[in-house]
């Protein structure tokens, strides 16, 4: 078994994730979102679709980007 590493659940089906050179190690879908999903640089919300970058911020759609000045982004063309 393995230990999740956000909850610390040991549970048989503990999966890994391997991003940006490292090794994650979790028990469910929610707790690989709690730690790896960006954060809206407006709302705070976990973005867990694509979202909007730009400028090196995140943001979860482009009303949020708006908010934070950066007009050029749509959610759909």
Do not use: W
Not at 26 to 45: I, Q, R
Not at 52 to 77: E, I, V
């Amino acid at each position: 078994m393995a230990v999740c590493e956000l909850c610390g659940n040991d549970y048989e089906m503990a999966f890994e994730v391997h991003a940006a050179g490292a090794v994650h190690t979790f028990d469910s879908f929610e707790c690989a979102a709690h730690k790896l999903a960006p954060v809206c640089d407006n709302c705070g919300c976990r973005i867990l679709g694509h979202g909007h970058q730009t400028d090196g911020k995140f943001f979860c759609c482009a009303h949020c980007a708006r908010a934070q000045g950066h007009t050029s982004l749509a959610d759909n063309a």
